[in-house]
């Protein structure tokens, strides 16, 4: 049976629970423990999926398909452990299936209440896998006294109740703001955070405090006191340089060791922190730096493109560099040259998207990049606009583009080399899709498997020629124009198992120059790079050589 950690915020938002969540995971397995992280969410979207990244940052896709939470892909980071299905839900989700229910009778007539149906079904959710892993991580979006957030603390709150005593904690993350002017740190806050939480029957057992100043002695006690927690349990969250530096500095500020003496674990298994160590030191000691253009549509918000910013600090680590990531808004140079904007950077990535507005401007990255011999990454609609480009300037198909578009206005302008996916295998069972399907969940979603060709430079890059990775789309290339476009240089070479669907595509005369339909960015770790990021920096790293 696993044990519980609820992990809840209060006085602000984005204080980083799910930083905290993660780093917390990662210190338990370093102490031989086994984890899984879990989300509920408050909001009432089903899922992320429909949601504008400017509202809700990137959409993190799991191995099963689903669209979840930018903190799951912290989570995986953080563990190595795979999120699944079952690790993200939202109010949406869980009024759906309680609504479900009602309406096939599962309820037998009576009246459907939040308190018990709704509650049931959260903590139905919660236990889900009890049994599966030594502790069970769960971290409740928003902040406490949101009236959306209300059932989740309710469930929480009954659960701990309905599992043996010592089985449940809760961990709860707030602010200690700082008055220039008095020099002092304010403790009132977190006070009424507590206070907020005690009064909807939940007890916190850990404070986690983020503060830009050390916490003086005096201040912690007062904490202690008034929050009704043990001293050692008040711990401090400063500002750091590099998000991988949280799983250090919260093993120093005691954090593991305040979780394991509130579940009364003792003697501690001493925890071997070599994995971080190793991280930190190849973030802090660098041989060198590179400059990286993401070239994007959504670059006004960078937790749009998380996880590709992230797989490019993995792929630094493993090359010894820093990397500077530079966001260039697509829409820029839509109608102007690319090479005022792109000189000077060591490589291009042109990540995913969905619409029309700023796909030109990457379809001018991608040239520049091809004729300019700079390494690329082309991500899920990236690979998509290189493809168009070689189309248009080196095939003769002069009005190439995609089906996408032209979905948008209802019109015709382009010869759709990139069209809509209406059907394709996914394990033994055949899907089927329309595009005038509802937009949530409609896509080609989670692992798949890719067959690669041998002797091209993305098999050399894997080291192998069968390859499973997440997708995320709804249109895909049409392998129509390959002959064509490989008469040009454009190699196919990477392929659905079935070889109708292009996974890869990469120029053969070009140093550096690759297009994957999926995400890899999805599955790289700290420790673990994902190999296309490593060896596109390395490649960016040779590059900045040569300018």
């Known amino acids: 049976m696993a044990r519980y950690i609820f992990i809840t915020g209060g006085v602000v938002s984005s204080l980083g629970k799910g930083l905290a969540s993660a780093a917390?995971?990662?210190?338990?397995?370093?102490?031989?423990?086994?984890?899984?992280?879990?989300?509920?969410?408050?909001?009432?979207?089903?899922?992320?999926?429909?949601?504008?990244?400017?509202?809700?940052?990137?959409?993190?896709?799991?191995?099963?398909?689903?669209?979840?939470?930018?903190?799951?892909?912290?989570?995986?980071?953080f563990t190595g452990v795979p999120a699944r299905m079952t690790d993200s839900v939202s109010s949406g989700r869980i009024y759906s299936n309680v609504l479900e229910k009602e309406r096939r009778g599962d309820y037998l007539g009576k009246t459907i209440q939040v308190v018990p149906h709704v509650t049931n079904e959260i903590k139905d959710f919660i236990n889900i896998g009890d049994d599966e892993v030594d502790f069970m991580l769960c971290e409740i979006g928003g902040t406490v006294g949101d009236i959306e957030g209300l059932p989740f603390f309710e469930a929480?709150?009954?659960?701990?109740?309905?599992?043996?005593?010592?089985?449940?904690?809760?961990m709860?993350?707030?602010?200690?703001?700082?008055?220039?002017?008095?020099?002092?740190?304010?403790?009132?806050?977190?006070?009424?955070?507590v206070k907020e939480l005690q009064s909807i029957g939940i007890a916190p057992d850990i404070l986690v405090c983020r503060s830009e100043q050390p916490i003086p002695e005096k201040e912690r006690q007062k904490i202690a006191l008034f929050c009704?927690?043990?001293?050692e349990a008040v711990v401090a969250a400063y500002d750091l340089k590099s998000i991988y530096e949280a799983p250090l500095a919260y093993h120093y500020e005691g954090l593991d060791q305040a979780v394991l003496d509130a579940f009364d674990i003792a003697p501690a298994p001493k925890p071997d922190l070599r994995t971080w160590e190793d991280v930190n030191d190849r973030i802090h000691h660098t041989d060198g730096e590179v400059s990286i253009a993401i070239v994007g549509k959504y670059t006004q918000l960078e937790d749009a493109y998380k996880s590709i910013k992230e797989a490019l600090v993995h792929g630094g680590m493993h090359n010894r560099v820093k990397v500077n990531v530079n966001w260039v808004d697509a829409e820029v140079f839509d109608k102007e040259d690319a090479a005022p904007y792109l000189e000077g950077y060591d490589a291009i990535l042109v990540p995913g998207g969905f619409g029309e507005r700023g796909t030109e401007g990457k379809i001018k990255a991608a040239q520049f990049a091809r004729e300019r011999k700079v390494p690329y990454l082309g991500i899920c609609l990236g690979m998509q606009m290189a493809v168009i480009e070689a189309a248009r300037n080196m095939a003769g198909i002069t009005t190439?583009?995609?089906?996408?578009?032209?979905?948008?206005?209802?019109k015709k302008r382009f010869e759709p080399v990139?069209?809509?996916?209406?059907?394709?295998?996914?394990?033994?069972a055949k899907i089927t899709r329309k595009a005038s399907d509802d937009k949530g969940g409609t896509m080609r979603l989670g692992a798949y498997n890719a067959v690669l060709e041998e002797g091209s430079k993305?098999?050399?890059?894997?080291?192998d020629t069968t390859i499973e990775e997440r997708h995320r789309h709804r249109y895909e290339v049409d392998t129509t124009y390959r002959e064509k476009?490989?008469?040009?240089?454009?190699?196919?070479?990477?392929?659905?198992?079935?070889?109708?669907?292009?996974?890869?595509?990469?120029?053969?005369?070009?140093?550096?120059?690759?297009?994957?339909?999926?995400?890899?960015?999805?599955?790289?770790?700290?420790?673990?790079?994902?190999?296309?990021?490593?060896?596109?920096?390395?490649?960016?790293?040779?590059?900045?050589?040569?300018?």
């Open 24 to 77: 917390l995971g990662a210190l338990l397995q370093a102490r031989g423990y086994t984890v899984r992280l879990r989300k509920l969410d408050p909001y009432l979207n089903v899922d992320p999926g429909t949601m504008s990244p400017f509202e809700h940052g990137e959409v993190f896709v799991t191995d099963d398909g689903a669209e979840t939470d930018l903190d799951l892909g912290h989570y995986e980071r």
């Open 156 to 170: 929480i709150r009954q659960f701990s109740h309905d599992k043996p005593r010592g089985q449940c904690i809760f």
């Open 172 to 193: 709860h993350l707030t602010l200690l703001p700082y008055l220039a002017a008095s020099g002092e740190l304010k403790t009132k806050p977190t006070q009424h955070s």
């Open 228 to 231: 009704n927690v043990r001293k």
């Open 400 to 410: 190439a583009g995609s089906e996408e578009f032209d979905h948008e206005l209802g």
């Open 418 to 428: 990139v069209y809509h996916l209406k059907e394709w295998v996914q394990g033994s």
């Open 458 to 463: 993305v098999a050399e890059i894997y080291g």
């Open 485 to 547: 476009l490989e008469e040009v240089g454009l190699k196919f070479s990477g392929m659905s198992p079935d070889g109708r669907l292009p996974e890869i595509v990469e120029w053969q005369d070009h140093p550096w120059f690759l297009g994957v339909q999926f995400h890899p960015e999805l599955k790289s770790k700290p420790f673990d790079p994902h190999p296309l990021f490593k060896d596109f920096i390395r490649a960016a790293k040779d590059n900045s050589r040569l300018v």
